[in-house]
């Protein structure tokens, strides 16, 4: 009934109810200012408190720092389409999503700023690396793991075309984007939610945990590299392995593909633990290591948020783009590097171990901080406009 009920209503009305429930969010901060910005991203953030991921907390970063600078500020999601929404009105757009597309589709009368915010790798790096990762686990279990890549479906003109792009993560992450836009580019650390006291999971962790580690991501479990964990992990007893995340309750042919991996003793699956919880300092406590053999991204929430919570030292992938003052590389993404990897990270002594966790903390919450990632926003920012006046 409802089918035949959306058949024959107007295409017209259709856009006008559409615009009606995902319309913007219009002067967020009730000011009188003449400027005017439109951030595209996530409007979750600015109806509720939530620590699950850190773009809670970037997507207000940015709104309150466009506001800072003077610009009355609406808020869209990144899909929004609506074409009742006027761009010429807006002195800035920033953030990512259809409305790049929108703005250089048709000429407008009024040009506005456009910068784009991207929170990972280009996408054509992205996506040719998430695709080899799918492949190479075929090779081996003779499955098409698509759904546990991380392809991304963007309109290339917000990599291209825009007058500025700020990139979440390292110089790794810039490089990938030079190769297609000769613009301005900017980086910003990753930000991390403080919910744990480091010192002390640091001060109390024992011996053992020096053969513990924690794989900590989201969804894409291949791209992620858990694949990789998996298939050494469950060859070497020895060891353990904690993870968590909810990915494996949504991936459920990767968990069919890697049942018997999964079921192995030393492996720990937790499923997705509140970063606030006593269950996550637990985890912590039990674990010397973060390991993460991602294959793109930017700049490692999950790992940063590892380090700065509870002083883990990282086993990376240079792809995860992420600065943490010290770590051990994983140079490929097959089961010798993960291996060669380890056993560098075994050679450690208990005491070498400590200094470093004490080390690699200092460096995160001193470049990761929240706050460090606002004040670095706010100079990009102020650089963009000045280049622009």
Request: contains cysteine; glycine residues 6%; aromatic residues 14%.
């Amino acid at each position: 009934m409802l089918g035949k009920i959306k058949d024959i209503v107007p295409q017209p009305l259709k856009e006008i109810v559409k615009f009606y429930y995902e319309r913007p969010i219009c002067n967020y901060f009730g000011t009188k200012y003449k400027k005017k910005a439109l951030l595209s991203y996530i409007k979750y953030p600015f109806k509720q408190v939530c620590f699950s991921h850190t773009n809670y907390f970037e997507a207000r970063a940015w709104a309150n720092v466009l506001h800072e600078m003077g610009y009355q500020v609406d808020i869209i999601s990144h899909y929004f389409k609506g074409k009742m929404l006027k761009l010429e009105k807006y002195d800035i757009i920033s953030g990512f999503g259809e409305v790049f597309k929108r703005c250089f589709e048709k000429p407008l009368n009024k040009h506005p700023l456009t910068v784009s915010y991207q929170t990972g790798m280009h996408p054509c790096y992205n996506n040719y690396m998430t695709l080899k990762r799918i492949q190479d686990a075929c090779k081996k279990k003779g499955v098409w793991l698509v759904d546990s890549s991380r392809h991304v479906e963007k309109h290339l003109s917000q990599t291209m075309l825009v007058d500025a792009i700020v990139v979440i993560g390292n110089d790794f992450a810039v490089e990938s984007y030079k190769r297609y836009f000769n613009g301005r580019i900017y980086s910003l650390p990753t930000p991390f939610f403080k919910t744990q006291d480091a010192l002390q999971i640091i001060n109390e962790r024992t011996k053992d945990s020096k053969k513990a580690f924690l794989w900590f991501g989201s969804t894409g479990l291949v791209h992620k590299g858990l694949d990789l964990c998996l298939e050494y992990f469950s060859q070497n007893l020895e060891y353990t392995l904690h993870i968590c995340g909810s990915s494996l309750e949504k991936e459920k042919e990767f968990c069919k593909v890697y049942e018997n991996e999964l079921k192995s003793p030393n492996i720990i699956v937790h499923g997705f633990v509140d970063i606030r919880s006593k269950k996550f300092c637990d985890i912590l406590k039990s674990c010397s290591f973060v390991i993460f053999p991602s294959c793109s991204e930017g700049g490692a929430p999950a790992v940063i948020t590892a380090i700065g919570n509870g002083g883990l030292i990282p086993i990376i992938t240079k792809q995860t783009a992420v600065d943490t003052g010290w770590q051990v590389w994983i140079e490929d993404f097959t089961y010798e590097a993960i291996e060669k990897a380890i056993k560098e990270s075994q050679n450690l002594s208990f005491g070498e171990i400590k200094k470093l966790q004490l080390q690699i903390l200092d460096f995160v919450t001193l470049h990761h901080g929240i706050d460090r990632y606002y004040s670095k926003l706010k100079e990009v920012f102020a650089d963009i406009l000045k280049s622009h006046i």
